[in-house]
């Protein structure tokens, strides 16, 4: 599909336009949203540009995804989507500036784009022109990468006090804290890459289209760049923070098989020396200790009972138990 935004009198009208619909001329944002051959074509066509196929946007060479090519520049980034599911993915989208044209290509739905469509239809001073314009939808999915941040600092901080609960009461199964922990490791994972590549496109543009582009959008892009410094850095420590409760709930999963291992070996001690003594009774010689006397039985039981209670008297004065 491709969408085409022209100025209109409170932002920018969003147009569909339809196989073979020609472009119009004051367009300022053509988004390519799966795009067909044809609808690559008619941009590449109208712009004199080349938009890079889903193959060469996955390709992870700097100079595949960062180029200037006929005055033209070129910046395919990864960001991370779907992340209001439990299977967050990356994609890559392609942002092309070319003269007073902003060309986006994606083969995802990206909730910021949603909202960066949105805004600029009821905000004309934000899309003056196709830097700004490619400012603010930047600052529009540094911003969702925040709230994801913000998202999993919070389940951090539940699951931190689902794992550090004391549990004298009843027994409690991790398998829940585990998944929420790696479902947690994940988003970061994910947020991180598509910082560490929001980074390179940002440092792209302010190296090789310092000079071309207004002070207004060279501000904007400035303050993007700080927000994204800031994030990886809090994404750094949410990932340190998630590590930590990993290793931390393995660490309590670790101490709950070692207290029921405990306790099977704490029977098995206390079983034990009655076990000797009643096999050592029950052996079948015709001379045995106090086999005919009335008392053999009731001396032989206390006598099991007795190996079995002073080894736990034992345990509990060493407080072993």
């Not at 969003?14 to 051959?37: H, K, Y």
């Not at 994606?106 to 003056?128: E, G, I, N, S, W």
């Not at 420590?237 to 709930?249: N, R, S, Y």
Request: net charge negative; charged share 20%.
């Amino acid at each position: 599909m491709l969408s085409v935004f022209v100025p209109g009198a409170t932002g920018l009208d969003r147009i569909v336009l339809a196989a073979g619909e020609p472009l119009p001329e004051q367009a300022l944002w053509l988004d390519l949203n799966q795009p067909s051959a044809q609808e690559e074509h008619e941009v590449e066509r109208a712009l004199g540009i080349d938009v890079p196929s889903r193959e060469e946007m996955r390709e992870i060479e700097a100079s595949n995804r960062l180029y200037e090519e006929n005055g033209a520049l070129h910046m395919t980034a990864t960001l991370v989507t779907k992340l209001d599911t439990d299977q967050a993915v990356s994609t890559q989208v392609t942002f092309i500036l070319a003269g007073t044209h902003l060309v986006t290509s994606r083969y995802a739905d990206p909730l910021p784009f949603a909202r960066f469509m949105a805004f600029v239809q009821t905000h004309p001073a934000a899309c003056t022109s196709a830097s700004l314009l490619l400012g603010g939808l930047l600052e529009a999915i540094v911003n969702r990468i925040a709230d994801v941040l913000e998202k999993i600092g919070s389940d951090a901080e539940a699951i931190s006090a689902q794992v550090f609960v004391p549990r004298r009461v009843r027994p409690h199964d991790f398998r829940i804290e585990l998944e929420q922990i790696g479902q947690g490791g994940e988003l970061v994972s994910k947020a991180r890459e598509s910082l560490v590549s929001l980074s390179r496109v940002l440092a792209f543009l302010q190296q090789v289209a310092e000079a071309k582009l207004p002070e207004d959008s060279r501000a904007s892009l400035r303050t993007v760049s700080r927000d994204v410094v800031a994030l990886s850095d809090h994404a750094t420590f949410l990932g340190d923070k998630v590590q930590f409760l990993l290793d931390a709930t393995l660490g309590m999963v670790t101490i709950d098989q070692n207290n029921i291992l405990k306790i099977f070996s704490v029977v098995t001690v206390f079983l034990l020396p009655p076990s000797v003594i009643a096999g050592i009774f029950g052996m079948n010689f015709e001379h045995m200790p106090w086999l005919h006397e009335s008392w053999g039985f009731l001396a032989a039981t206390g006598t099991m009972i007795a190996s079995a209670v002073l080894p736990w008297l034992w345990f509990k004065h060493k407080r072993w138990l």
